[in-house]
């Protein structure tokens, strides 16, 4: 199975790291190509950012399907463009937000989703009501570190393991999502530390979830509805001719 | 009071025409600016469709607030882009989407919602449940006719009183709205039709209803939450750029 | 265009201080009669004070309509016997509850009302969720100032910025509605003082945005649906008489 | 155990019926009394005939407490004045329609009411939205009989045949209510019919429901809670003094 | 009138507890029996508790049936297999989880539930919202005493007041209900304390509203909808006779 | 890896069945061992039966874990013991209702369920609710057909398509779910059969589909929240010894 993954940014240095970072979770069979976003911003931390990227991440889409992909993976927590690309595509389109979402209403009663700043707490929280389990949130909190400065670790990881606390003790969370796709390589550590702070609740990293979905999606031959993401009529579009693709 | 009404589509001809229309329902005092956008799609019918025309959308509306307007008005049913833009500017953006159907949430205990085409159902139904008041909405019904082809006028009429009835005596609907801002002329003729036949349920046409609502706004100096909608940080974007604008 | 002003309490001094507020948010060639009720509480702070309120209200409201009003406008928070004036009368009617309550969920992901007294709280959120937004309700809070002593305006101040602290921060509320209509005169000061506090959030008057909501309605001749608020069949009916009206 | 019962429409001719009706379901011990109220509507089919029966409801209802009475019943399905007469009172009060409603939600996954006019569905769909079990209404019907036309009890049973075999079949009701107290001694033929045509469903007749509910309340000493329904404070009111009560 | 009250643990001392504690609430003429189950868990309080006492709770359960009793009383909180016993029955089978959460439900606006251990809160919650009304409950608290442990009484007095603050002060709750059928003759001591303490809301005691709303429905001639809860089919079941019952 | 199928019924001729069955879907390195259980219901088609299944399955289950297997698969459509299982064990539990139903919620805004009978309807309604996204549900529908008659196979499909079509046309559901387990070897069949019928939804058959679940859960180190899923306390439980077990 050869699967899509788009970095949903125009910050060529998550490529690699990407790559790096998701290579350990694939199965045995499964090939991917990571790749930034031509044109867009440089992380996405708001519905502009998200708007921004659209255009590039449908581009990189499109020309998945044409190059025979069996699935693409949107890797951003916010689910930029899935709706417009699951349209497009007759392939399996997947993102980390919903599905992460999906697997902690079923592994638990409640639980919350830690981010990177207040501004995307709105998208995320109109996301899990779109995906049709808005009422199993817990709560949304944020670590306040903006996307492009995640690369400090320590810094990071003190400030989750502070949220996730509160998520769990004040917010009577039951389950934790990592919020962004971002928060790279800290996922084990993050895991171990609430355990041995008497924590046993499924702590989800959105990439390794969304991407084992997305290979189970491929072998069930099951993709998103052509009912609910109709195919996008034929008629004059101009921006992408003016974008130089 | 200076507002802008963004047509977020590129087709050009749709300018005049929303021009002639929307100036029939301003105060005395209100001066408009119509514009079609640079960049998108030839008309807004899918999810595909609101990607491709949120750049042109928010080129203009930011435009608009350096410009002085007071408002800015993005007139299609789906508010695409409302988000992106409202976070992006201070003046208030208002959608005929979200406006009209919190406008029929208050008059009526239950309406309908007659678009164009199957395949904004899930744009819009989606729309009424993050403006809030999704339980409110008795169904949304559509004419099948595409947005390019609504100048059909007879035909567009036969099929909104069809739908209209249906809406009012099968699915329940107290009040109905018309689902795109293409249809236009049509409001006080379906309306007179409707009454005709014995339905004394309020009829709202999105464009005059959005445009009262954001002069109102305007008036009464209240714009969209800088809390809800943040600010978007300064970060390397390179779309608009690429596109030459 | 001629709007009543119905002051639904028999404390006449209220009379004329609703009369002087509500003139700075008029239209030009907006007219208004402003009218306490003859019989009925001193305010309305309960479910029992809206019953009592209600026979005077209806009065009031049905002259209106025989005398050509084009709008009434029940001027009070709770919206007392506003579904009734709507089955009763085919002019629009409206009430500063709902609509406030439209308002703020169109501007903002989840706002608080900062009203009088704990007893009225769950006629607000009952209110809230019929008009169908309950679930935007961040919070419900009160200064503990009964209507009749909100002249005391430092008191008063006070108290609003103390709970509209703890609407923002505690309850994370993106926009706040001032929850009773006697609280006059202190819109723009708290706004400002919440401003100097860093909250960029809507605050909304009752007063000044359901008048230009009337205003609105009144000018695109929208009024409730008959379909919804069907009007009362003929039948005997003794208590006005006996109550000499 | 001595309990009122307010009969809230001045149609005299209903209070000896009722007397009638009532006394087959009290428990041995339970004394009644039976009134109509001294000014309002001939019946309640409105939100204004709600509000016009309200004061003479609260008259007896406050009367009735003074009197020793151990509990109030309000007999209308539209449980006007309810929680007004609750804040007033402290023993408990009563309304057919959201106890009726709370026994089906109990005895079944769903269920539907049958009514006498159009006119209620709203009334009756926000009761059970209050109540709090709104989602599992299947449907409202209605017999399109008015209140004061009941006495044509084949009639009646005819309509009620039809629109509980509708609400059965099509609306997928696992229970049915009877949805005016008005609707009396036509339960049991009722039950029988729709049993002889294969229906093994729950008829609740809210009359002998609500006054069940009463007598249990009454023993096991609860009443409405006053953080809900909080005591009217005292102020000027000078509508009883009007009416002459 | 006879019921059956099902101690649905075998604990076998709680038989006689139990007895003497439900004789105080039954109406004269009604008779009772009162039987542990003969195999499950020595106590409930997880979901996998309920699954080993559900074979005895319905072996007990269709020997009533058979015996002539008029009505079924499963006394546990959690309503261990009430909806296979209203299945398998006809005649009413009556919970007091779903009871108590009705009752509250009609009586306040909000409401909490104190229980023994966190283990139960989920299915609480879950039961609270099958029966239809989750959006009333205002939390769940729990006093961290296991049911074996609950005869201490004054810890467990001491408890319940303190978690009863929390739930009206922190959780705003306008009702409590005890949320352990174990929590035997604390109630009125319960409900004097909190009077002292200024707290007017109701205290529900669950067994006696299930035992006052049983004797309602045989009175009333209501059982559970056979719609909702279907005979189950002829089959072959070995597990009752590998039992030996 | 090494998965536990625990088929939850007595009929064994059901296990070699399944087995053949689960094999097509396993991927390479996963083990399976089949077992149906020793005591309860020939099939499940209840809320008694899946009482009278629970203490098989939750012996089987934790023999599973003992044996040290990886996860352990209840095969039925609605999860029983689910929750008790995933209490007793740290391995994953997984159930096919819960997760077709959240695998629809990803890939459609809507779905249907067609399920065997209408006795079942309600427990995978309470079960679409219970996982979180119940709003989803279009409709459950039903063959008509028991369990153990599924066994013709072109009555099934017949009845398959019949209500297939009814689901997407008339209840507008945009995916599918074979809602029960026993419907073996038809999915391929109907999916093509709709398709050539012009419908483009995905059909979720619920066996491969949680299959291919619990294998990423495992991959994941994923398994069900020790908070939503205490661990039962030690106590006495004779049930299983009585059962021999």
Redesign the interface.
């Known amino acids: 199975m050869k699967l899509k993954i788009i970095v949903p940014i125009?910050?060529k240095l998550f490529e690699a790291e990407t790559e790096k970072e998701v290579k350990q979770?694939l199965?045995?069979g499964t090939e991917i190509d990571v790749e930034c976003i031509p044109?867009?911003?440089?992380?996405i931390?708001?519905?502009?950012?998200?708007?921004?990227?659209?255009?590039?991440i449908?581009h990189l889409a499109e020309n998945a399907q044409k190059q025979g992909f069996d699935g693409v993976f949107i890797d951003c927590m916010g689910d930029p463009?899935l709706?417009?690309a699951r349209?497009?595509l007759e392939i399996p389109v997947v993102g980390p937000g919903?599905?992460s979402i999906?697997?902690a209403?079923?592994?638990?009663?409640?639980f919350s989703v830690i981010t990177v700043l207040?501004?995307v707490v709105?998208l995320l929280?109109?996301l899990a009501?779109?995906?049709?389990?808005g009422?199993?949130l817990a709560s949304i909190r944020w670590v306040n570190i903006?996307v492009?400065e995640l690369g400090d670790r320590s810094k990071l990881m003190n400030a989750l393991v502070e949220e996730s606390e509160k998520a769990?003790c004040k917010d009577q969370?039951?389950?934790l999502i990592l919020g962004c796709t971002g928060m790279m390589g800290v996922a084990d550590e993050l895991s171990a530390e609430l355990f041995k702070r008497g924590?046993?609740?499924?702590l989800?990293?959105p990439v390794?979830?969304a991407l084992?979905?997305l290979?189970?999606l491929v072998?069930?031959k099951?993709?998103?509805?052509?009912?609910?993401?109709?195919f996008?009529?034929n008629?004059?579009?101009?921006?992408w001719e003016?974008?130089?693709s």
């Open positions: 125009i910050t979770f199965s045995p044109y867009g911003s440089a992380s931390e708001s519905a502009y950012d998200e708007a921004a990227c659209a255009p590039g449908l463009a709706a417009a349209e497009r919903r599905t999906l697997f209403a079923d592994l638990s009663h409640r207040e501004s709105v929280e109109n009501y779109e995906a049709g389990v009422k199993k903006p492009l769990l969370a039951h389950a924590h046993r609740v499924p989800i990293y390794s979830t084992a979905y290979e189970a072998n069930l099951l993709a998103q509805s052509k009912k609910t993401y109709q996008p009529s008629k004059e579009r101009n921006l003016r974008l130089g």
